[in-house]
Protein backbone atom coordinates (compact mmCIF):
# COMPACT_ATOMS: atom_id res chain seq x y z
CA UNK A 1 0.00 0.00 0.00
CA UNK A 2 1.42 3.54 -0.54
CA UNK A 3 2.10 5.30 2.36
CA UNK A 4 -0.39 8.02 2.97
CA UNK A 5 1.70 11.39 1.86
CA UNK A 6 -1.20 13.94 2.74
CA UNK A 7 -2.25 15.00 6.41
CA UNK A 8 -6.46 15.07 5.68
CA UNK A 9 -5.96 11.45 3.82
CA UNK A 10 -4.18 10.26 6.76
CA UNK A 11 -6.96 11.94 8.82
CA UNK A 12 -9.81 10.49 7.12
CA UNK A 13 -7.58 6.94 7.05
CA UNK A 14 -7.14 7.13 10.79
CA UNK A 15 -10.77 8.36 11.94
CA UNK A 16 -11.45 5.63 14.42
CA UNK A 17 -8.17 5.91 16.50
CA UNK A 18 -8.55 9.94 16.61
CA UNK A 19 -12.28 9.18 17.64
CA UNK A 20 -10.81 6.20 20.52
CA UNK A 21 -8.54 8.97 21.84
CA UNK A 22 -11.16 11.37 22.47
CA UNK A 23 -13.35 8.87 24.14
CA UNK A 24 -10.36 7.86 26.56
CA UNK A 25 -9.62 11.61 27.11
CA UNK A 26 -14.06 11.78 27.81
CA UNK A 27 -13.63 8.85 30.91
CA UNK A 28 -11.50 11.17 32.81
CA UNK A 29 -13.81 13.13 35.48
CA UNK A 30 -11.74 15.79 35.48
CA UNK A 31 -14.27 18.68 37.55
CA UNK A 32 -11.60 21.52 38.47
CA UNK A 33 -14.40 22.82 41.13
CA UNK A 34 -14.51 19.60 43.06
CA UNK A 35 -11.77 18.95 45.53
CA UNK A 36 -12.74 15.04 45.08
CA UNK A 37 -11.45 14.94 41.91
CA UNK A 38 -7.80 16.47 42.56
CA UNK A 39 -6.55 12.93 41.33
CA UNK A 40 -8.71 12.77 37.98
CA UNK A 41 -7.04 16.68 37.39
CA UNK A 42 -3.77 14.92 37.17
CA UNK A 43 -4.28 12.24 34.98
CA UNK A 44 -6.01 14.50 32.68
CA UNK A 45 -2.75 16.26 32.41
CA UNK A 46 -1.20 12.98 32.02
CA UNK A 47 -3.57 12.19 29.00
CA UNK A 48 -2.24 15.15 27.07
CA UNK A 49 1.25 14.85 27.94
CA UNK A 50 0.83 11.48 26.92
CA UNK A 51 -0.52 12.78 23.65
CA UNK A 52 2.16 15.50 23.26
CA UNK A 53 4.85 12.79 22.87
CA UNK A 54 3.29 10.92 20.93
CA UNK A 55 2.58 13.56 18.27
CA UNK A 56 6.48 14.51 18.81
CA UNK A 57 6.25 17.14 20.71
CA UNK A 58 10.56 18.30 21.29
CA UNK A 59 10.13 20.12 24.76
CA UNK A 60 7.17 19.14 27.46
CA UNK A 61 7.01 20.47 31.17
CA UNK A 62 3.80 19.99 33.82
CA UNK A 63 4.05 23.22 36.04
CA UNK A 64 2.26 22.91 39.71
CA UNK A 65 0.14 25.00 40.47
CA UNK A 66 -1.86 25.23 44.06
CA UNK A 67 -4.52 23.42 42.36
CA UNK A 68 -4.67 22.28 39.05
CA UNK A 69 -1.38 21.74 36.74
CA UNK A 70 -0.56 23.90 33.95
CA UNK A 71 1.08 21.78 30.74
CA UNK A 72 3.09 23.85 28.09
CA UNK A 73 5.08 22.31 24.82
CA UNK A 74 6.63 22.98 22.07
CA UNK A 75 6.71 20.98 18.90
CA UNK A 76 9.31 23.17 16.53
CA UNK A 77 8.75 23.81 12.48
CA UNK A 78 10.87 22.00 10.28
CA UNK A 79 12.13 25.28 9.06
CA UNK A 80 13.89 27.94 11.24
CA UNK A 81 12.23 31.39 11.61
CA UNK A 82 8.82 30.00 10.98
CA UNK A 83 6.30 31.54 12.96
CA UNK A 84 4.69 30.52 15.93
CA UNK A 85 1.82 29.73 17.04
CA UNK A 86 0.10 29.32 20.68
CA UNK A 87 -2.37 26.70 20.99
CA UNK A 88 -4.83 26.80 24.25
CA UNK A 89 -6.63 24.62 25.56
CA UNK A 90 -8.34 23.36 28.99
CA UNK A 91 -8.53 19.87 30.58
CA UNK A 92 -11.10 20.28 33.29
CA UNK A 93 -14.83 20.04 33.00
CA UNK A 94 -18.03 21.78 34.50
CA UNK A 95 -19.45 19.37 37.15
CA UNK A 96 -21.91 17.31 36.05
CA UNK A 97 -25.51 18.15 38.33
CA UNK A 98 -27.93 16.61 38.55
CA UNK A 99 -27.00 13.53 37.19
CA UNK A 100 -30.35 11.83 37.06
CA UNK A 101 -31.21 14.24 34.06
CA UNK A 102 -28.35 12.59 32.06
CA UNK A 103 -29.47 9.83 29.56
CA UNK A 104 -26.00 7.93 29.86
CA UNK A 105 -23.09 8.34 32.50
CA UNK A 106 -21.02 11.89 31.87
CA UNK A 107 -17.75 9.93 32.28
CA UNK A 108 -18.81 6.96 29.49
CA UNK A 109 -18.84 9.05 26.37
CA UNK A 110 -21.88 7.37 24.33
CA UNK A 111 -22.35 7.78 20.53
CA UNK A 112 -25.81 8.47 19.48
CA UNK A 113 -26.12 8.98 15.82
CA UNK A 114 -24.09 11.22 14.91
CA UNK A 115 -23.16 13.00 18.56
CA UNK A 116 -20.87 11.61 21.02
CA UNK A 117 -22.42 12.11 24.91
CA UNK A 118 -20.27 13.19 27.26
CA UNK A 119 -19.32 15.88 30.11
CA UNK A 120 -16.61 18.00 28.08
CA UNK A 121 -17.15 16.61 24.82
CA UNK A 122 -17.92 19.83 23.46
CA UNK A 123 -16.48 22.17 26.08
CA UNK A 124 -13.62 21.70 25.66
CA UNK A 125 -12.07 17.86 25.37
CA UNK A 126 -13.32 17.91 21.79
CA UNK A 127 -11.60 21.26 20.86
CA UNK A 128 -8.86 20.07 22.10
CA UNK A 129 -8.77 16.70 20.32
CA UNK A 130 -9.52 18.52 17.18
CA UNK A 131 -6.46 20.42 17.77
CA UNK A 132 -3.81 17.37 18.46
CA UNK A 133 -5.45 14.77 15.79
CA UNK A 134 -4.78 17.91 13.40
CA UNK A 135 -1.01 18.60 14.01
CA UNK A 136 -0.68 14.48 14.47
CA UNK A 137 -1.95 13.87 11.48
CA UNK A 138 0.35 16.74 9.99
CA UNK A 139 3.14 15.33 12.05
CA UNK A 140 2.52 12.03 10.31
CA UNK A 141 2.60 13.10 6.58
CA UNK A 142 4.13 16.63 6.31
CA UNK A 143 6.64 19.26 6.96
CA UNK A 144 5.24 21.13 10.00
CA UNK A 145 4.97 25.03 8.74
CA UNK A 146 4.87 26.19 12.03
CA UNK A 147 6.68 26.21 15.14
CA UNK A 148 3.94 25.28 17.90
CA UNK A 149 3.45 26.03 21.61
CA UNK A 150 0.93 24.38 23.52
CA UNK A 151 -0.56 25.67 26.71
CA UNK A 152 -3.39 23.60 28.78
CA UNK A 153 -4.91 24.37 32.08
CA UNK A 154 -7.21 22.50 34.45
CA UNK A 155 -8.78 24.98 36.21
CA UNK A 156 -10.70 27.50 33.16
CA UNK A 157 -13.82 26.45 34.55
CA UNK A 158 -13.43 27.69 37.68
CA UNK A 159 -11.93 31.48 36.28
CA UNK A 160 -8.13 30.44 35.88
CA UNK A 161 -6.65 31.21 38.97
CA UNK A 162 -3.10 30.49 38.69
CA UNK A 163 -3.18 31.27 34.95
CA UNK A 164 -2.41 35.14 34.83
CA UNK A 165 0.40 34.83 37.28
CA UNK A 166 1.90 31.87 35.04
CA UNK A 167 1.54 33.55 31.90
CA UNK A 168 3.13 37.17 33.39
CA UNK A 169 6.06 35.33 35.06
CA UNK A 170 6.44 33.01 31.52
CA UNK A 171 6.42 35.72 28.68
CA UNK A 172 9.48 34.16 26.94
CA UNK A 173 8.20 31.03 27.11
CA UNK A 174 5.07 31.76 25.52
CA UNK A 175 6.28 34.21 23.11
CA UNK A 176 4.21 33.78 19.74
CA UNK A 177 2.94 35.36 16.46
CA UNK A 178 -0.27 34.13 16.74
CA UNK A 179 -2.78 32.49 19.33
CA UNK A 180 -5.13 29.94 18.20
CA UNK A 181 -8.07 29.41 21.24
CA UNK A 182 -11.15 26.79 19.74
CA UNK A 183 -12.87 27.44 22.91
CA UNK A 184 -15.75 29.19 21.78
CA UNK A 185 -17.96 27.64 19.36
CA UNK A 186 -20.47 27.92 16.41
CA UNK A 187 -23.10 29.37 15.38
CA UNK A 188 -24.52 26.42 13.76
CA UNK A 189 -23.79 23.05 11.89
CA UNK A 190 -23.21 25.04 8.34
CA UNK A 191 -21.64 28.67 9.53
CA UNK A 192 -17.96 28.14 10.39
CA UNK A 193 -17.34 30.84 12.79
CA UNK A 194 -14.70 33.30 14.22
CA UNK A 195 -15.72 34.36 17.62
CA UNK A 196 -14.34 38.61 18.13
CA UNK A 197 -16.20 39.48 21.45
CA UNK A 198 -16.34 37.59 24.42
CA UNK A 199 -18.30 39.04 27.42
CA UNK A 200 -16.16 39.16 30.94
CA UNK A 201 -17.32 37.89 34.23
CA UNK A 202 -18.10 38.23 37.98
CA UNK A 203 -18.86 35.67 40.03
CA UNK A 204 -20.09 36.17 43.74
CA UNK A 205 -22.07 34.16 46.49
CA UNK A 206 -24.38 36.04 48.74
CA UNK A 207 -25.62 34.49 51.97
CA UNK A 208 -28.45 35.01 53.98
CA UNK A 209 -27.79 34.17 58.29
CA UNK A 210 -31.04 34.53 60.58
CA UNK A 211 -31.39 32.30 63.34
CA UNK A 212 -28.03 30.24 64.51
CA UNK A 213 -29.79 27.28 63.35
CA UNK A 214 -33.04 26.42 61.79
CA UNK A 215 -35.88 26.86 64.05
CA UNK A 216 -39.76 25.42 63.91
CA UNK A 217 -42.21 27.67 61.69
CA UNK A 218 -44.77 27.15 64.73
CA UNK A 219 -43.06 27.90 67.73
CA UNK A 220 -41.16 30.95 66.17
CA UNK A 221 -42.75 32.08 62.87
CA UNK A 222 -44.28 35.43 63.20
CA UNK A 223 -40.98 36.47 65.33
CA UNK A 224 -38.21 36.50 63.62
CA UNK A 225 -36.72 36.92 60.04
CA UNK A 226 -36.63 34.05 57.44
CA UNK A 227 -33.57 34.36 55.87
CA UNK A 228 -35.04 32.79 52.41
CA UNK A 229 -37.58 35.30 51.90
CA UNK A 230 -34.86 38.84 53.33
CA UNK A 231 -32.62 36.92 49.80
CA UNK A 232 -35.84 36.51 47.08
CA UNK A 233 -36.79 40.41 47.90
CA UNK A 234 -33.06 41.44 47.16
CA UNK A 235 -32.71 39.30 44.51
CA UNK A 236 -36.29 40.12 43.10
CA UNK A 237 -34.98 43.60 42.68
CA UNK A 238 -31.97 43.26 41.26
CA UNK A 239 -33.72 43.56 37.81
CA UNK A 240 -36.35 46.48 36.92
CA UNK A 241 -39.47 46.03 35.21
CA UNK A 242 -37.99 46.36 31.92
CA UNK A 243 -35.29 43.50 32.59
CA UNK A 244 -32.54 46.23 32.89
CA UNK A 245 -29.85 45.44 36.01
CA UNK A 246 -31.38 48.13 38.93
CA UNK A 247 -27.95 48.18 40.74
CA UNK A 248 -27.18 52.07 40.68
CA UNK A 249 -23.51 52.50 38.48
CA UNK A 250 -24.01 49.26 36.70
CA UNK A 251 -24.45 50.47 33.43
CA UNK A 252 -21.62 53.49 33.96
CA UNK A 253 -19.02 52.08 32.01
CA UNK A 254 -21.21 50.30 29.39
CA UNK A 255 -20.34 51.54 25.75
CA UNK A 256 -23.22 52.61 23.35
CA UNK A 257 -23.34 50.16 19.76
CA UNK A 258 -22.34 52.20 17.21
CA UNK A 259 -25.01 51.81 13.92
CA UNK A 260 -22.13 49.71 12.76
CA UNK A 261 -21.85 46.72 15.55
CA UNK A 262 -25.48 46.73 15.60
CA UNK A 263 -25.69 45.91 11.49
CA UNK A 264 -22.29 43.47 12.51
CA UNK A 265 -24.30 41.78 15.29
CA UNK A 266 -27.97 41.78 13.00
CA UNK A 267 -26.17 39.83 10.56
CA UNK A 268 -25.69 37.18 12.59
CA UNK A 269 -27.76 34.12 11.39
CA UNK A 270 -29.42 32.88 14.74
CA UNK A 271 -32.94 34.31 14.85
CA UNK A 272 -35.48 34.23 18.09
CA UNK A 273 -37.08 31.29 16.70
CA UNK A 274 -33.69 29.33 16.89
CA UNK A 275 -32.89 30.55 20.80
CA UNK A 276 -36.61 29.48 21.69
CA UNK A 277 -35.94 26.26 20.28
CA UNK A 278 -32.46 25.08 21.47
CA UNK A 279 -33.32 26.91 25.10
CA UNK A 280 -36.78 25.27 25.69
CA UNK A 281 -38.42 28.66 27.16
CA UNK A 282 -41.97 29.49 26.41
CA UNK A 283 -40.55 33.17 25.23
CA UNK A 284 -37.35 35.08 25.36
CA UNK A 285 -36.80 37.50 27.77
CA UNK A 286 -34.35 40.30 28.18
CA UNK A 287 -33.61 44.39 28.68
CA UNK A 288 -35.84 46.14 26.64
CA UNK A 289 -34.26 48.07 23.93
CA UNK A 290 -32.28 45.39 22.20
CA UNK A 291 -32.53 42.57 19.97
CA UNK A 292 -31.86 39.23 21.62
CA UNK A 293 -28.03 38.89 19.79
CA UNK A 294 -27.40 42.26 21.10
CA UNK A 295 -28.35 41.07 24.14
CA UNK A 296 -26.32 37.82 24.42
CA UNK A 297 -23.19 39.73 22.47
CA UNK A 298 -22.96 43.62 23.63
CA UNK A 299 -24.81 43.97 26.91
CA UNK A 300 -24.30 43.17 30.25
CA UNK A 301 -26.30 40.68 32.66
CA UNK A 302 -26.95 39.60 35.97
CA UNK A 303 -28.06 36.14 36.42
CA UNK A 304 -28.77 34.01 39.51
CA UNK A 305 -27.16 30.39 39.13
CA UNK A 306 -28.05 28.28 42.22
CA UNK A 307 -30.38 29.40 45.05
CA UNK A 308 -30.96 27.76 48.59
CA UNK A 309 -31.99 27.57 51.58
CA UNK A 310 -34.26 25.88 53.92
CA UNK A 311 -35.31 22.17 53.50
CA UNK A 312 -34.91 20.74 49.91
CA UNK A 313 -35.84 16.98 50.65
CA UNK A 314 -38.90 14.96 49.91
CA UNK A 315 -42.28 15.80 51.22
CA UNK A 316 -42.61 18.68 53.94
CA UNK A 317 -40.70 19.90 57.19
CA UNK A 318 -41.92 23.26 59.45
CA UNK A 319 -39.19 25.30 59.88
CA UNK A 320 -37.95 28.93 59.31
CA UNK A 321 -34.03 27.71 57.38
CA UNK A 322 -31.41 29.48 59.44
CA UNK A 323 -29.65 30.85 56.10
CA UNK A 324 -30.15 30.98 52.53
CA UNK A 325 -27.75 31.57 49.72
CA UNK A 326 -26.91 32.65 46.30
CA UNK A 327 -24.99 32.12 43.24
CA UNK A 328 -24.62 35.13 41.82
CA UNK A 329 -22.44 35.93 38.49
CA UNK A 330 -22.78 38.99 35.87
CA UNK A 331 -21.63 38.92 32.32
CA UNK A 332 -19.58 42.23 31.58
CA UNK A 333 -19.04 43.85 28.09
CA UNK A 334 -16.15 45.59 26.67
CA UNK A 335 -14.81 49.25 29.37
CA UNK A 336 -16.49 46.95 32.39
CA UNK A 337 -14.05 46.94 35.32
CA UNK A 338 -15.65 43.58 37.08
CA UNK A 339 -13.79 45.02 40.13
CA UNK A 340 -15.41 48.25 40.19
CA UNK A 341 -19.06 46.16 38.77
CA UNK A 342 -18.39 44.25 42.02
CA UNK A 343 -17.98 47.14 43.97
CA UNK A 344 -21.28 48.77 42.88
CA UNK A 345 -23.24 45.76 43.31
CA UNK A 346 -21.91 44.75 47.20
CA UNK A 347 -22.91 48.33 47.93
CA UNK A 348 -25.97 48.08 46.78
CA UNK A 349 -26.80 44.51 48.54
CA UNK A 350 -25.71 45.77 51.51
CA UNK A 351 -27.69 48.75 51.61
CA UNK A 352 -30.89 46.30 51.15
CA UNK A 353 -30.01 44.21 53.93
CA UNK A 354 -32.54 44.39 56.97
CA UNK A 355 -30.90 44.30 60.94
CA UNK A 356 -33.06 40.97 61.58
CA UNK A 357 -30.59 39.07 59.59
CA UNK A 358 -26.69 39.00 58.61
CA UNK A 359 -25.20 39.54 54.83
CA UNK A 360 -22.33 37.96 53.94
CA UNK A 361 -20.81 38.44 50.24
CA UNK A 362 -17.58 36.13 48.98
CA UNK A 363 -16.22 36.82 45.63
CA UNK A 364 -14.97 33.86 43.68
CA UNK A 365 -13.70 35.51 40.21
CA UNK A 366 -13.79 38.11 37.85
CA UNK A 367 -12.49 38.92 33.92
CA UNK A 368 -13.18 41.53 31.74
CA UNK A 369 -14.46 41.28 28.45
CA UNK A 370 -12.65 40.56 25.40
CA UNK A 371 -13.10 42.59 22.10
CA UNK A 372 -10.34 42.47 18.59
CA UNK A 373 -11.03 41.22 15.35
CA UNK A 374 -7.23 41.55 13.70
CA UNK A 375 -6.28 38.87 15.51
CA UNK A 376 -2.40 37.69 13.29
CA UNK A 377 -3.63 34.66 11.28
CA UNK A 378 -7.34 35.89 10.66
CA UNK A 379 -7.49 35.23 7.04
CA UNK A 380 -5.54 32.23 7.81
CA UNK A 381 -8.27 31.21 9.45
CA UNK A 382 -11.01 32.61 7.96
CA UNK A 383 -9.50 30.40 4.15
CA UNK A 384 -9.15 27.23 6.02
CA UNK A 385 -12.48 27.33 7.67
CA UNK A 386 -14.45 28.05 4.44
CA UNK A 387 -12.56 26.19 2.73
CA UNK A 388 -13.53 22.90 4.48
CA UNK A 389 -17.53 24.49 4.80
CA UNK A 390 -17.48 25.81 1.34
CA UNK A 391 -19.80 28.64 3.26
CA UNK A 392 -18.29 32.19 4.19
CA UNK A 393 -17.33 32.42 8.09
CA UNK A 394 -19.77 33.97 10.49
CA UNK A 395 -18.11 36.53 12.48
CA UNK A 396 -19.74 36.27 16.36
CA UNK A 397 -19.70 38.40 19.59
CA UNK A 398 -20.30 35.86 21.86
CA UNK A 399 -22.08 35.47 25.10
CA UNK A 400 -19.40 33.48 26.84
CA UNK A 401 -16.45 34.41 28.85
CA UNK A 402 -12.99 33.07 28.10
CA UNK A 403 -10.71 35.64 30.58
CA UNK A 404 -7.62 34.08 28.53
CA UNK A 405 -7.72 35.84 25.82
CA UNK A 406 -7.52 39.16 27.55
CA UNK A 407 -4.53 37.59 30.13
CA UNK A 408 -2.98 36.78 26.66
CA UNK A 409 -3.58 40.07 25.17
CA UNK A 410 -2.18 42.05 28.19
CA UNK A 411 1.02 40.23 28.77
CA UNK A 412 2.00 38.35 25.44
CA UNK A 413 0.86 41.84 23.39
CA UNK A 414 -0.97 38.64 20.83
CA UNK A 415 -4.66 38.56 20.10
CA UNK A 416 -6.36 35.18 19.80
CA UNK A 417 -8.01 33.30 17.56
CA UNK A 418 -11.20 32.40 18.99
CA UNK A 419 -12.87 29.54 17.13
CA UNK A 420 -14.14 25.82 17.82
CA UNK A 421 -16.31 23.70 16.75
CA UNK A 422 -19.14 22.79 19.47
CA UNK A 423 -22.94 24.20 18.45
CA UNK A 424 -25.20 26.34 20.27
CA UNK A 425 -27.23 23.07 21.47
CA UNK A 426 -24.39 21.32 22.63
CA UNK A 427 -25.98 21.46 26.49
CA UNK A 428 -22.48 23.19 27.69
CA UNK A 429 -22.34 23.22 31.61
CA UNK A 430 -25.71 20.81 31.22
CA UNK A 431 -26.97 17.56 31.38
CA UNK A 432 -26.57 15.37 28.48
CA UNK A 433 -23.59 17.62 26.66
CA UNK A 434 -22.44 16.34 23.11
CA UNK A 435 -20.23 16.90 20.40
CA UNK A 436 -22.08 16.99 16.70
CA UNK A 437 -19.28 14.76 15.45
CA UNK A 438 -19.53 15.39 11.76
CA UNK A 439 -18.70 18.93 12.41
CA UNK A 440 -15.76 17.99 14.47
CA UNK A 441 -14.46 15.91 11.60
CA UNK A 442 -15.12 19.31 9.85
CA UNK A 443 -13.26 21.50 12.67
CA UNK A 444 -10.33 19.00 12.86
CA UNK A 445 -9.95 19.13 8.63
CA UNK A 446 -10.07 22.92 9.22
CA UNK A 447 -7.24 22.84 11.41
CA UNK A 448 -5.23 20.94 9.31
CA UNK A 449 -5.70 23.30 6.23
CA UNK A 450 -5.09 26.29 8.93
CA UNK A 451 -1.57 25.29 9.73
CA UNK A 452 -0.49 23.42 6.42
CA UNK A 453 -2.38 26.74 4.88
CA UNK A 454 1.53 28.32 6.15
CA UNK A 455 3.53 26.13 3.94
CA UNK A 456 3.58 28.48 1.21
CA UNK A 457 5.18 31.63 3.06
CA UNK A 458 8.10 33.28 3.69
N1 LIG B 1 -15.96 27.46 26.34
C1 LIG B 1 -16.64 28.20 27.33
C2 LIG B 1 -17.04 29.62 26.91
C3 LIG B 1 -17.68 29.73 25.56
C4 LIG B 1 -18.62 28.82 25.14
C5 LIG B 1 -17.33 30.78 24.75
C6 LIG B 1 -19.19 28.93 23.89
C7 LIG B 1 -17.90 30.91 23.51
C8 LIG B 1 -18.83 29.99 23.08
C9 LIG B 1 -15.78 28.27 28.57
O1 LIG B 1 -15.23 27.05 28.94
C10 LIG B 1 -16.61 28.69 29.73
O2 LIG B 1 -17.67 28.16 29.94
N2 LIG B 1 -16.11 29.64 30.46
C11 LIG B 1 -16.70 30.09 31.66
C12 LIG B 1 -15.71 31.05 32.22
C13 LIG B 1 -15.87 31.41 33.65
C14 LIG B 1 -15.93 30.23 34.57
C15 LIG B 1 -14.78 32.37 34.05
C16 LIG B 1 -18.03 30.78 31.37
O3 LIG B 1 -18.20 31.49 30.35
O4 LIG B 1 -18.94 30.60 32.19
MN1 LIG C 1 -14.51 25.88 27.61
New binding site residues.
Given amino acids: MQPISHPLQFFQAHFDKYLSKYQDFLRIPSVSTDPDHKADLQHACDFLVDQLKSLGADYIEVFPTPMHPIVFAEKRASKPDAPTLLIYG?YDVQPVAPLDEWKSPPFEPTLEGDYLIARGAS??KGQVMAVLSAIDSIAQTNDQPLNLKFLFEGE?????PSLETFIASHRDLLACDMVLNP???MVGPDSPTI?YG?RG?VYFEVRIDGPKADLHSGLFGGVVANPAIVLSEIIANLHAPDGSVAIPGFYNQVLPLTPEEKARIAANPIRESDLLAITGAPALYGEAGFTPMERIGARPTLDVNGLYSGFIGEGSKTIIPAYANAKISCRLVPNQDPDQVYDAIRTHIESRVPPTVRLTIVKH?G?PAYLADDAPGLQHLASALSETWGKPVIFKR?G????VAITMQNYLGVKSLLT?F?LPDDH??SPNEHQHLPTWKKGVQALIRFITGFEHES
Wanted: a negative charge; proline letters at 4%.
Fill in positions: HDMEEIGSDAGVLLSAEGSIPGGIH
